[in-house]
């Protein structure tokens, strides 16, 4: 497989101004008629041949203004029809046949439970029809739907319905028309046996759109949910961005076999059935708050990628990271926002910062790639959405809204680059952003090594920063960024943020200061007091910050920082010292000894008067194991378990009877609700929960017990089973396990969540279960939910997936292999930890390159060979 460049781009030749199609379905013979009425651009060539894709479709027919074209006159390849000769503007007519039935890819046309639905982000419409199948396309559509009445009484497709009715032979017809023009992988088509939820939403102008849920009819009563978050990311932004929606229907079809969370289809979003139904008793908090955020992702990109989309796939972020942005932020205002920042910092760190150190990093607007697939990356997201959240502290909330407004009104309808958007950023401010877009090109996570000092004399606090961006693969060479740091100085007599001064002008208690050089002394003066500083608050750029705090300085910010985030990640700080230790004395054989000082910040949390529950619960959660790796220069897995371990329990000996008090403090009966009230309830007697669990306390397993017998709702039965199968108590945890799986029997996210429950368990038989699950009725490898919820779970199990005899790793291998027939897409992703393989131990080294050795012995798809490739290189 060759890679596509980004300075190979150019201008497509032919314009398609409208598309009509006809789908007359059938599982494994349906038949797709096109018309497409096609200009050519002026500037073109006239010579230029016209070039459509096309893969795993069989042509039946081709036509241009109704001749048939001889087999002399087209090209046809597995990938391309091309035509040499056609007029500079005409009608091209084609009839293509395909079989959903067998498409286990799940990209284009195929079949999911039974049910026909779409997947044609980023290249899955040349599976449905021989098309320009680039985002730089852009026509109007109008889609006519054939199917059984009696198997597929629901036809739906984008835009509005504008006809239906009987045919011969128990078959009916509907058809529906897109009046604004998209590109072709926002197209989509669901037929099948749907039942719907209806409600309502009067936009701003006073327009009334029709909402409508569809999905099977079991799960009609878990949509309430996804309704109100629809409604409120409707509502939200009108109110921030100034954005209305723009048809009189917005649909949203639950499916069962998605490869991602879901699409944003122009009216008509395709769900996994993950990110859309939700129940008290099915559902945990987590993802009734994971619903909420998907649904508004998806009607946010309504603008932020359909009204203005991207002229390449390079140009991905562009609607991925602002649109993150923008559901980050709706998240931040309907929950709590420290929380909010919290969690996604936490996994950002986790997830993103490896994925940028590792054999797959690259820039957040790539310049080359072989499969886009493989690029809708933690990187292209999560990172995209930090930049442009720190384009919004450059500028401040106010230009950066102007320049969003500018950018929506300036590029409507068309498709265009990540400099159109930053352009209009600095049009309305006036900043220089020239030396920011190297965030866009530089791959990488930049440090930052910081270092002050307090001169008593003459009242100054000296602050250097000195910034470096390690290399990555094709990138050795780096250039320094334009670095947003938003710092205070809190006194260490007053506890209270000092005035920031810098020379001789006032910046307030809270500044942002720019790092754009290599190394940079910022003096403050008139500072009163010797301060901490409290650097980077609420992580106003995604780099890794070092700074040689003490564990007094750390204990000090976190009581004292008025940044919430700040006052949590200093928390992480003072455990992560304690941690370093105790993994070192686990390596050295030496007897681990608990840091006092973090029993006693532990202590302080827990029997103050911290008001903000949520905040409260993540400030006592430890690093996870997956985040203590990534400070390690070498992961050593069972180490930091241990160390890990011997914190948790260190805590819960120490402070036994306040966890005690807590969780009972926060026992509650009231009826569910998503509520931020109530889930930081939750949340916090939860992890008081967790504390007893790791020491098996005698009360915390009654508690636990009974909590999972009580049923009332998921969150907190399942909480309660995971600790139970997590501990040694095989005698209680047994039982629950398999009364919880008989009772989910029928339910397949209930279902996902009893696979991973007991394949992340520390305890060493989890290979066997797993290999004994993998024949469990309820798994299929075909399923998506299910590969990620056993197999991708196994793999997060850090002592078992790396154990010394590279079993788990030849599962993983083992399972890759087979899913790079059926879904290239899913095997790509399943294969990322093994790709990790430079941060452990030689041993281990050797025993993930040998696996990754026999996957790439195999006949790869583009998707696994892109990614082997480059972790083997
Ligand atoms: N835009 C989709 C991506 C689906 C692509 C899968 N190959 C999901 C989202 O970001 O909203
Ligand atoms: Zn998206």
Request: aromatic share 10%; with cysteine; charged share 25%.
């Amino acid at each position: 497989p060759q890679p596509v460049y980004l300075s190979d781009y150019q201008p497509p030749a032919y314009q398609v101004t409208h598309t009509e199609l006809t789908f007359d379905l059938d599982p494994a013979a349906t038949r797709v008629k096109a018309r497409l009425q096609i200009e050519r651009h002026p500037s073109a060539d006239s010579t230029a041949p016209l070039v459509l894709n096309g893969e795993h479709l069989t042509l039946i027919s081709l036509a241009i203004d109704g001749n048939p074209l001889s087999d002399a006159a087209y090209q046809l390849t597995d990938e391309v029809l091309r035509i040499a000769d056609v007029p500079e503007a005409f009608t091209l007519e084609s009839e293509v046949e395909l079989a959903p039935c067998s498409n286990t890819a799940l990209e284009g046309l195929y079949q999911s439970n039974g049910m026909y639905c779409t997947q044609c982000e980023a290249e899955g419409f040349r599976r449905i029809t021989y098309y320009p199948d680039r985002p730089d396309v852009m026509a109007t559509f109008k889609v006519t739907v054939i199917g059984n009445a009696i198997s597929e009484p629901v036809l739906l497709a984008n835009g509005n319905p504008i006809d239906q009715g009987a045919l011969e032979n128990g078959r009916h017809f509907a058809t529906w028309e897109d009046p604004h023009p998209k590109p072709c992988y926002l197209f989509a088509l669901v037929a099948g046996n749907l039942h719907k939820v209806e409600d309502f939403f009067e936009t701003m102008s006073g327009r009334n759109v029709t909402l409508q849920l569809w999905v099977e009819q079991e799960n009609l009563d878990k949509t309430e949910h996804a309704m109100a978050s629809l409604k409120r990311a409707m509502a939200w932004d009108e109110q921030t961005y100034g954005r209305e929606y723009d048809l009189d229907l917005f649909m949203i079809v639950a499916v069962n076999d998605f490869n991602m969370g879901a699409m944003e289809n122009k009216g008509l979003n395709i769900f996994n059935s993950a990110a859309v139904l939700t129940h008290p008793n099915t559902a945990t908090d987590a993802a009734f708050q994971n619903v909420e955020g998907i649904v508004a992702h998806e009607y946010f990109h309504n603008w932020s990628g359909n009204r203005v989309t991207c002229r390449d796939w390079f140009q991905l972020s562009l609607k991925e990271g602002f649109t993150v942005f923008r559901d980050q932020c709706f998240s931040a205002d309907t929950n709590s926002a420290p929380v909010k920042r919290i969690q996604d910092v936490s996994f950002f760190r986790t997830a993103q910062f490896a994925e940028d150190a590792g054999p797959t990093a690259h820039p957040i607007r790539p310049d080359h790639f072989i499969e886009i697939t493989n690029f809708y990356t933690l990187t292209i997201y999560e990172k995209g959405a930090e930049v442009v959240r720190m384009l919004r502290n450059l500028l401040g909330w106010e230009d950066f809204r102007r320049g969003s407004d500018l950018y929506f009104e300036r590029f409507d309808g068309q498709a265009v680059t990540i400099e159109d958007f930053v352009g209009c950023m600095a049009e309305v401010s006036g900043a220089d952003l020239s030396q920011f877009m190297r965030w866009y090109s530089q791959a990488g996570t930049p440090e930052i090594d910081a270092h002050g000092e307090y001169d008593y004399a003459h009242a100054e606090y000296h602050l250097t920063l000195r910034q470096r961006t390690p290399a990555t693969p094709g990138q050795s060479d780096k250039l320094p960024l334009h670095i947003p740091v938003r710092m205070g100085l809190v006194g260490t007599k007053s506890g209270q943020d000092l005035t920031l001064t810098m020379s001789g002008e006032k910046l307030g208690k809270d500044a942002v200061i720019h790092l754009t050089e290599d190394e940079q002394t910022f003096v403050f003066t008139d500072v009163a007091e010797a301060p901490v500083p409290s650097l980077l608050r609420d992580f106003s750029a995604p780099v890794k910050l070092h700074f040689p705090y003490s564990r007094e300085d750390l204990a000090f910010l976190l009581t004292h920082d008025s940044d919430g985030f700040n006052r949590w990640d200093a928390g992480q700080r003072l455990a992560m010292l304690a941690l370093d230790d105790l993994i070192a004395a686990h390596r050295n054989g030496v007897e681990k000894v608990m840091d006092s000082r973090v029993v006693e910040a532990f202590r302080t949390l827990l029997t103050g008067s911290m008001s903000d529950k949520a905040v409260l619960a993540e400030m006592l959660t430890l690093p996870s194991e997956a985040y203590i790796a990534e400070q390690q220069p070498i992961v050593d897995v069972d180490a930091i378990h241990a160390a890990r371990e011997f914190v948790r329990q260190s805590l819960a000996v120490a402070l036994r009877d306040e966890f005690v008090a807590v969780y009972k403090a926060n026992q509650s009966n009231e009826t569910y609700a998503p509520t931020p009230e109530q889930i930081a309830q939750r949340s916090l007697k939860n992890v008081a929960l967790t504390y007893l669990m790791s020491i098996e306390d005698e009360e915390g397993i009654v508690l636990c017990e009974t909590q999972f017998a009580a049923e009332h709702n998921m969150t907190d039965v399942r909480h309660a089973l995971t600790l139970l199968v997590h501990s040694d108590r095989d005698d209680i945890a047994s039982p629950a396990l398999k009364a919880f799986g008989e009772k989910w029997a029928h339910d397949p996210l209930v279902m996902d969540q009893w696979f991973t429950i007991q394949v992340s368990r520390p305890q060493a038989d989890v290979l066997d279960r797993v290999q004994y699950l993998m024949q469990h009725p309820a798994f299929s490898i075909k399923n998506p939910n299910k590969v990620r919820a056993l197999i991708g779970a196994f793999a997060q199990n850090r002592v078992n997936f790396h154990r010394l005899d590279g079993k788990g790793y030849a599962l993983l291998a083992d399972v890759v292999i087979e899913l790079n027939r059926l879904n290239p897409e899913i095997a790509a992703r399943l294969v990322t930890p093994l790709t990790r393989w430079q941060r452990f131990d030689e041993e281990r080294q050797q025993l993930m390159r040998d696996e990754l050795v026999r996957i790439k012995q195999e006949p790869l798809s583009s998707n696994v060979f892109e990614v082997v490739e480059k972790a083997l290189a």
